[in-house]
T-cell receptor
Framework: DTGVSQDPRHKITKRGQNVTFRCDPISEHNRLYWYRQTLGQGPEFLTYFQNEAQLEKSRLLSDRFSAERPKGSFSTLEIQRTEQGDSAMYLC????????????FGPGTRLTVT | DQQVKQNSPSLSVQEGRISILNCDYTNSMFDYFLWYKKYPAEGPTFLISISSIKDKNEDGRFTVFLNKSAKHLSLHIVPSQPGDSAVYFCASYTNAGKSTFGDGTTLTVKP
């Protein structure tokens, strides 16, 4: 069990550019979640996949954000036309079907938009 | 929408004593509540959970209490150890897959 991995760990981009983050969940986990966390706050739910199906999406997720999990394994989160307000830590988590509420988090991708 | 509040940003206790971390929520639309622990530069780590139909769950030094009438839960750590020093988040979870986190409480356990 190698845990949840995320790539890259850090990303600096200029406003208006597109960025894509990758998450590799624990291999036997069929549920995958994306969160955003800013300084001094708790993780904020963005979206949830069960296998390849995106079943829940936050109203806070603007049209500039899109997530995919094409084969029910790894997932990507893309942010188009980045804004300074997108600067945050982006966390991925996964859980099993049996213990669906017990989420295992990756180390996160820190995005800085300049 | 569910709101989860952790009203104490920080807590300091002496090693060996009890740490009590508190959390309030606004509605009963959840299936579980979880506590996570977070160290700097790492993602949150699952600590303990409680089902919406229970009022207590215990795992070693950690006990979570759920008071549904007061919409309040608490995490008790006994005895506290310096390695417990971290940020603690409470979070609700629905079987639809959505979680709502509080803003965290920083626990410092002094040797």
């Amino acid at each position: 069990d190698t845990g949840v991995s995320q790539d890259p760990r850090h990303k600096i981009t200029k406003r208006g550019q597109n960025v894509t983050f990758r998450c590799d969940p624990i291999s036997e986990h069929n549920r995958l979640y994306w969160y955003r966390q800013t300084l001094g706050q708790g993780p904020e739910f963005l979206t949830y996949f069960q296998n390849e199906a995106q079943l829940e999406k936050s109203r806070l997720l603007s049209d500039r954000f899109s997530a995919e999990r094409p084969k029910g394994s790894f997932s990507t989160l893309e942010i188009q036309r980045t804004e300074q307000g997108d600067s945050a830590m982006y966390l991925c988590a996964s859980s099993s079907a049996l213990l669906r509420y017990e989420q295992y988090f990756g180390p996160g991708t820190r995005l800085t938009v300049t | 929408d569910q709101q989860v509040k952790q009203n104490s940003p920080s807590l300091s206790v002496q090693e060996g004593r009890i740490s009590i971390l508190n959390c309030d929520y606004t509605n009963s639309m959840f299936d579980y509540f979880l506590w996570y622990k977070k160290y700097p530069a790492e993602g949150p780590t699952f600590l303990i959970s409680i089902s919406s139909i229970k009022d207590k769950n215990e795992d070693g030094r950690f006990t979570v209490f759920l008071n549904k009438s007061a919409k309040h839960l608490s995490l008790h750590i006994v005895p506290s150890q310096p390695g417990d020093s971290a940020v603690y988040f409470c979070a609700s979870y629905t079987n639809a897959g959505k979680s709502t986190f509080g803003d965290g409480t920083t626990l410092t356990v002094k040797p």
